[in-house]
């Protein structure tokens, strides 16, 4: 089945430490996104990508980096300088028109 | 700024009645609006879209209206069963923009 798919499911970062998601969609879909989503709260985009090697900051992209080197994959790193990254990360694609289809998420917690 | 919002964060219904989930937004730009359901744990997944030239659309148990005068957005359940509970989520998207954004999102619970 087409689908995206997000790994690992529960991630935890140490203080100071640097973290990827993994994204990977089958879909054939041109666009994939970043969003992070808060307890009670709806979803905020990090970053998304139109096309391959190319990619635009989202409304709360700072403390985090992506990139998007083939056309199904769309890995987020969650930096150090990222403060307060506990949260839901969901992963998106979409073909040039919308909708977008979701992955099942990540949990990232701090240690 | 633009945003979307929902009009109520949480809703109870009783099982077989219909609901109503409402969605107010704010950019008179925007042509695209996706309801999404998402359950506990699990990502946001498509419900039904409509695009502006409309005003209502069906589908499965689901209904959309639209009101553009007001930028008002609504999702109507059918007779709805235990595994409608859910959080729903409108999201709209701008003429000619690749982003969406979404609102706070409405939890439904279904009571037997």
């Known amino acids: 089945d087409g689908g995206i798919t997000q790994s690992p499911k529960y991630l935890f970062r140490k203080e100071g430490q640097n973290v990827t998601l993994s994204c990977e969609q089958n879909?054939?879909?041109?666009?994939m996104y970043w969003y992070r989503q808060d307890p009670g709260q709806g979803l905020r985009l990090i970053y998304y990508?139109?096309?391959?090697?190319?990619?635009q900051k989202g409304d709360i992209a700072e403390g985090y980096s992506v990139s998007r080197e083939k056309k199904e994959s769309f890995p987020l790193t969650v930096t150090s300088a990222q403060k307060n990254p506990t949260a839901f990360y969901l992963c998106?694609?979409?073909?040039?028109?919308?909708?977008?289809?979701f992955g099942d998420g990540t949990r990232l917690s701090i240690l | 700024g633009e945003s979307v919002g929902l009009h109520l964060p949480t809703l109870s219904v009783q099982e077989g009645d219909n609901s109503i989930i409402n969605c107010a937004y704010s950019?008179?730009?925007?042509?695209?609006f996706i309801w999404y359901k998402q359950e506990s744990g699990k990502g946001p997944q498509f419900i039904i879209d409509?695009?502006?030239?409309?005003d209502k659309r069906q589908g499965q148990r689901v209904t959309v209206l639209l009101n553009k005068t007001v930028k008002h957005l609504s999702l109507q359940i059918a007779a709805t069963q235990p595994g409608d509970s859910a959080v729903y989520f409108c999201?709209?998207?701008?003429?000619?923009?690749?982003?969406?954004?979404f609102g706070q999102g409405t939890r439904l619970t279904i009571n037997p």
């Open positions: 999201a709209e998207n701008m003429q000619g923009a690749q982003k969406l954004v």
């Open positions: 998106a694609s979409s073909p040039t028109v919308q909708p977008q289809h």
């Open positions: 409509i695009r502006s030239n409309m």
């Open positions: 950019n008179s730009a925007s042509d695209y």
């Open positions: 879909l054939n879909h041109d666009a």
């Open positions: 990508s139109q096309i391959v090697n190319d990619f």
